[in-house]
């Protein structure tokens, strides 16, 4: 079993930054890919990025030039950099990670934390 606990969530202004960072606690060591998830109100959870072991990253388009993901293997951590926010952005975002693979199907999900962007 893995465990994944978010934090750095809240609430920020159109053009704003904000961290979000997730560590994974438990039986990590054969888990290849973390990243993070999204669910915007009334839409499906959508993939926003991975970072795999080894530092290799993807990032779906949207975000793509915003974003940026982290990861500190020693700490067991990753980071969601977000910059230049937009109201659509608003969404709860999950920490995931997958034994194989890139994240397409998480084996493991963390609860979520809520990233709001309003004025």
């Known amino acids: 079993q893995v465990q994944l606990v978010e934090s750095g969530g809240g609430l920020v202004q159109p053009g704003g930054s904000l961290g979000l960072s997730c560590a994974a606690s438990?039986?990590?060591?054969?888990?290849?890919?973390m990243g993070w998830y999204r669910q915007a109100p009334g839409k499906q959870r959508e993939w926003v990025a991975t970072?795999?072991?080894?530092?290799?990253?993807w990032l779906t388009n949207s975000v793509k030039g915003r974003f940026t993901i982290s990861r500190d293997n020693a700490k067991n951590t990753v980071t969601l950099h977000m910059a230049s926010l937009k109201p659509e952005d608003t969404a709860i975002y999950y920490c995931?990670?997958?034994?194989?693979?890139?994240?397409?199907?998480?084996?493991?999900w963390g609860q979520g934390t809520q990233v709001t962007v309003s004025s």
């Open positions: 438990g039986s990590i060591s054969n888990i290849n890919a």
């Open positions: 970072i795999t072991r080894s530092g290799t990253t």
């Open positions: 995931a990670c997958a034994r194989l693979g890139v994240l397409s199907v998480p084996d493991y």
